[in-house]
């Protein structure tokens, strides 16, 4: 059973390649597909839709004939096209290349710049926190300093409070004395001569 593929099918009936195809998509000729998953038709089932025109020694005396040939001056052109292309591509797809390796040497640098400066803002950020903590402790030292003065002036002025008071006591305790004498004297004043004489 010989098998064929989509241009040996159109060769062999005369239709073209995509008569073949279009068979083949609407399902009204059957096909298999190779090892290289290209579609191949079998001659049987070729000829029972279309009629073939030419046999598969006929195909392979033309392909015998086609390679021994020189190629024409219309293939030579449509060959060097074809190069011209692929090499057109293949060199912007080397520029392509060549500028996103540009592009991430670039972004390489700049990321390392900015890890660089980061690194940096962190050695001064630990620099500044250490000094703080420096200065904190210094801080709290004299703190410590003025909490001891000010406890001994509050000490001070709650002993000066404290004699303030006494001397307060006593300088009521005097004036109250006094008024006493003040007034006995006072009685004694406005006594009369037979009261101070008996009593």
């Given amino acids: 059973m010989s098998k064929v593929t989509v241009r040996e099918a159109a060769a062999l009936t005369g239709k073209s390649r995509e008569t073949i195809n279009s068979a083949t998509k609407d399902g009204s000729l059957s096909y298999t ?5 290209h579609k191949v ?3 049987a089932e070729l000829s029972r839709v279309y009629e073939v025109v030419k046999t598969l020694e006929d195909l392979e005396k033309e392909s015998a004939v086609s390679n021994s040939q020189p190629p024409s001056e219309a293939d030579s052109q449509e ?7 692929i090499k057109a591509k ?3 797809a080397d520029d392509k290349i060549e500028m996103l390796e540009k592009h991430h040497a670039k972004q390489t640098r700049i990321y390392e710049d900015q890890i660089e400066n980061l690194q940096d803002s962190l050695k001064l950020a630990q620099e500044g ?5 420096l200065l904190l ?5 004299d703190n410590n300093q003025w909490q001891a003065a000010i406890s001994a002036v509050e000490s001070r002025v709650a002993n000066q409070e404290e004699k303030i008071k006494e001397e307060q006591g006593r300088a009521h305790k005097i004036l109250r004395q006094n008024q006493l004498l003040k007034k006995a004297l006072e009685e004694e004043k406005n006594k009369s001569f037979w009261q101070k004489l008996f009593g």
């Fill in 33 to 37: 597909l190779n090892n290289k998953n």
């Fill in 41 to 43: 038709i079998d001659v």
């Fill in 79 to 85: 060959w060097r096209a074809r190069y011209l292309e």
């Fill in 90 to 92: 293949a060199e912007s």
């Fill in 129 to 133: 926190h250490n000094k703080a903590t």
């Fill in 137 to 141: 402790e210094d801080k709290s030292g």
